[in-house]
């Protein structure tokens, strides 16, 4: 990661909940990436970018704002076969980075293909305020639903799941009525009546 910024500070947050060994090149940064650093999460070299710095990186990103230092770093990308995300300058990316909205076990990523990563920005960021993303929080019922379904070799066609996902089984996910609601979902579904 080339850049200490809030841009960088959000994908090393994110490269953090992956097995992977994150090196931040910059000679500031945020608050919250110096305390990671502080404690241990990944490597600080305090310092600007310089030639070499990608010699035995596998991806790297770039979130510098600084043309020339973007540019270097893609010539050096391109030399060393590392995959290279320049974040707003498209020009120079080997891979588009989608914006990525996620609650729980449920992950939406938005994509303008470099068009306007500002657009998928604001997208995310109206996502992320959604209450249909409130549907998120029944995925581990739904789960729980479609295991006991499969254990009794039951043939459920896609339909009759949409019919029993609502907002009820989001009430009572969010009430701790958990195994009320799978009941609920399995009666529905071998379609007995109330």
Known sequence: ??????IAEGKVRNLMKHPCEVVLISPDATDALTEWAVDGR???????????????AF?????????????????EAERERVLLNVVDYVPLCMFIAPSIVERGPVTFAISTSGASPALARKLRESMQENELLDYAEIAGLLSKARMEV???GWKIPPDRWQEVIDRKLVEAVREGREAEALKDILRKLSGEES
Do not use: H, S
């Not at 990661?1 to 809030?6: A, D, F, I, L």
């Not at 991806?59 to 010539?75: K, N, P």
């Open 150 to 152: 499969k254990r009794r």
């Open 1 to 6: 990661m080339v850049g200490g910024g809030p």
């Open 42 to 56: 990944f490597e600080w070299k305090r310092r600007e970018y310089r030639e070499g710095d990608l010699k035995g």
């Open 59 to 75: 991806l790297a990103i770039g979130a510098t704002g600084v043309l020339e230092v973007d540019r270097l770093m893609a010539e």
